[in-house]
C-alpha cells in the first residue's frame, strides 16, 4: 500500500492543525494505520494508530487529550487533528501502516513521505 501525507505547516503555540494521509488502497483489516514523528536530533517516536475499524486507537502518552485519530473508511484516509500545539510537538509526522506485535503496535515497512509540522513558541 501507497501512503501520502498532507497538512503539514506552521502554527503557533496553543493552535492547532490537521494531518490526512490517504492509502492507495484498502489494507487489511488485520492492520492499522497511524502517525510516527521525528524531531531534529531525535529517534523517532510513535504518535498515534487506529484499527480500520475504527474500533481502537493508540496515542503515546506525551499527546494523550490533545490529538484525535479518525479514519474515512470510504475515503482510504485517516486523519490526526492536532490540538493545543507545543513547541515539543515539532517534528517530522510520518504517516505508516502498523501491525499488532503481541500487546504490542509497530510499523511495517510501509511509511509515506513525512509532512513538516512547526509549532513556534
Known amino acids: 500500500v501507497q501512503l501520502q501525507a498532507f497538512g503539514g505547516g506552521l502554527v503557533q503555540a496553543g493552535g492547532s492543525l490537521r494531518l490526512s494521509c490517504a492509502a492507495s488502497?484498502?489494507?487489511?483489516?488485520?492492520?492499522?494505520l497511524g502517525w510516527s514523528r521525528q524531531a531534529p536530533g531525535k529517534e523517532r517516536e510513535f504518535v498515534a494508530a487506529?484499527?480500520?475499524?475504527?474500533?481502537?486507537?493508540y496515542y503515546a502518552d506525551s499527546v494523550k487529550g490533545r490529538f484525535t485519530i479518525s479514519r474515512d473508511s470510504a475515503k482510504n484516509t485517516v486523519y490526526l487533528q492536532m490540538n493545543s500545539l507545543k513547541s515539543e510537538d515539532t517534528a517530522v509526522y510520518y504517516c505508516?501502516?502498523?501491525?499488532?506485535?503481541?500487546?504490542?503496535?509497530?510499523?511495517?515497512?510501509?511509511w509515506g513521505q513525512g509532512t513538516l509540522v512547526t509549532v513556534s513558541s
Open positions: 505508516a501502516a502498523y501491525e499488532y506485535r503481541g500487546t504490542s503496535v509497530v510499523p511495517t515497512d510501509s
Open positions: 488502497e484498502r489494507i487489511f483489516s488485520s492492520y492499522l
Open positions: 487506529i484499527t480500520w475499524s475504527g474500533s481502537s486507537t
